[in-house]
């Protein structure tokens, strides 16, 4: 649905990471190689990531922002706030969007839809490479269980950047721990 990015969340030996690439692409065309779609938010309590354009992200990540400011950092809650004001208001219900955010103890998964959705597993992922992301996640999670989380994010995103041409190998990944 959304091209040009991948985010990846992994949650693994009491830690959570998440990152993304960092490609900017313009129909078939490269725009830039290092953009950043993962932010700390919240004094750095909780990290987002982001599928859609720039425009929305900064307008979705100051809302976001702002409800988590209004809920003592409660990112459920203000995950559903942002969801619902996301899906009503007028002007945000235009934002073609996705955003996967995390804190020490949740991974959540938002759209302009309504949808907040916490994953069963360890592992979730958006954007156009987001799948394959997300399958080799939870074979590193399965499979190779001594390397931490930052390790596995970094290397799910690299073989998503060698099969998705809306991925490249410029990672942003951040960490909190458990």
């Known amino acids: 649905m959304f091209h ?3 985010i990846v969340a992994v949650r693994h030996a009491g830690r959570v990471a998440i990152g993304g690439d960092g490609q900017v692409s313009r129909g078939n065309t490269i725009v830039k190689g290092t953009a950043n779609k993962i932010r700390r938010l919240h004094g750095g309590d909780v990290v987002v990531g982001f599928a859609g ?3 929305d992200a900064f307008t979705l990540f100051e809302r ?3 409800k988590l400011k209004d809920h003592s950092g409660n990112l459920t809650r203000a995950a559903v706030e942002l969801a619902k004001d996301w899906r009503t208001d007028r002007a945000l219900r235009r934002l073609e969007a996705l955003i ?3 804190d020490r103890t949740k991974t959540l998964l938002l759209s302009g839809t309504g949808d907040v959705i916490d994953p069963d ?3 979730c992922a958006i954007g156009s490479g987001g799948d394959y992301a997300a399958a080799a996640a939870q074979a590193l999670t ?3 269980p ?3 989380a ?3 994010v970094e290397e799910s995103l690299r073989i998503a950047a060698s099969i998705c041409i809306y991925t490249n190998t410029s990672f942003t990944i951040e960490e909190l721990g458990g």
């Open 121 to 123: 597993g360890p592992v």
């Open 150 to 152: 930052r390790d596995m």
């Open 4 to 6: 040009a990015t991948t």
């Open 53 to 55: 354009s720039t425009a």
């Open 142 to 144: 399965k499979h190779a």
């Open 64 to 66: 976001f922002e702002g």
């Open 146 to 148: 001594h390397l931490s």
């Open 100 to 102: 996967l955010a995390v």
